[in-house]
T-cell receptor
Framework: KQEVTQIPAALSVPEGENLVLNCSFT??????LQWFRQDPGKGLTSLLL?????REQTSGRLNASLDKSSGRSTLYIAASQPGDSATYLC????????????FGAGTILRVKS | GAVVSQHPSRVICKSGTSVKIECRSL??????MFWYRQFPKQSLMLMAT?????????EQGVEKDKFLINHASLTLSTLTVTSAHPEDSSFYIC??????????FGPGTRLTVL
């Protein structure tokens, strides 16, 4: 059974810092991995999607890497801003399982101004 | 980008009543829709997968008779929580996929059962 773990559970940093969020998964046979952002009481916003054949994806100040063999992904946020404060979720997908996503518990990020 | 809406965004009901939540894909045809629930400070747990025109597939531990899912068209799926109880209070989120594999998520529905 696929399990997804995110470390740390919560993180508080001053504005301007670069930071790394970690995601690990137990079954390396994934189709892709996706990072999401969730604001309190809201739905999910997709940030980056990395296919199993890719090593990383970049969007603005965000960079996500994937090491499928070791079951790890990182989300790097450069020059953090108070507006980055949210919960960040990673999820993995296995095509054989009908496109289902398995989510980690998330990292709650707070960027202090 | 693909847009998914949910209605209502927030609902409060009395214990024992039934509540229906709608999930709509606004600008694409959703062949598959997923329903999740999320407890405070916890992750999303998949409840069921529904394909248009067929019965939903429920995850282990999810009661089919309590959480009724209907996916009657390519743009609408509904989740009905029957005989709701306080322990059913949660945040319910739907997602939808069409021709592409990526799931697009709705804004969620906050259910409070008194």
């Amino acid at each position: 059974k696929q399990e997804v773990t995110q470390i740390p559970a919560a993180l508080s940093v001053p504005e301007g810092e670069n930071l790394v969020l970690n995601c690990s998964f137990t079954d390396s046979a994934i189709y892709n991995l996706q990072w999401f952002r969730q604001d309190p009481g809201k739905g999910l916003t997709s940030l980056l999607l990395i296919q199993s054949s890719q090593r990383e994806q970049t969007s603005g100040r965000l960079n996500a890497s994937l090491d499928k063999s070791s079951g790890r992904s990182t989300l790097y946020i450069a020059a953090s801003q108070p507006g980055d404060s949210a919960t960040y979720l990673c999820a993995v997908r296995r095509k054989e399982y009908g496109n289902k996503l398995v989510f980690g518990a998330g990292t709650i990020l707070r960027v202090k101004s | 980008g693909a847009v998914v809406s949910q209605h209502p965004s927030r609902v409060i009901c009395k214990s024992g009543t039934s509540v229906k939540i709608e999930c709509r894909s606004l600008d694409f045809q959703a062949t598959t829709m997923f329903w999740y629930r999320q407890f405070p400070k916890q992750s999303l747990m998949l409840m069921a997968t529904s394909n248009e025109g067929s019965k939903a597939t429920y995850e282990q531990g999810v009661e089919k008779d309590k959480f009724l899912i209907n996916h009657a068209s390519l743009t609408l799926s509904t989740l009905t929580v029957t005989s709701a109880h306080p322990e059913d209070s949660s945040f319910y989120i739907c997602s939808a996929t069409g021709l592409v594999v990526e799931q697009f998520f709705g804004p969620g529905t906050r259910l409070t059962v008194l």
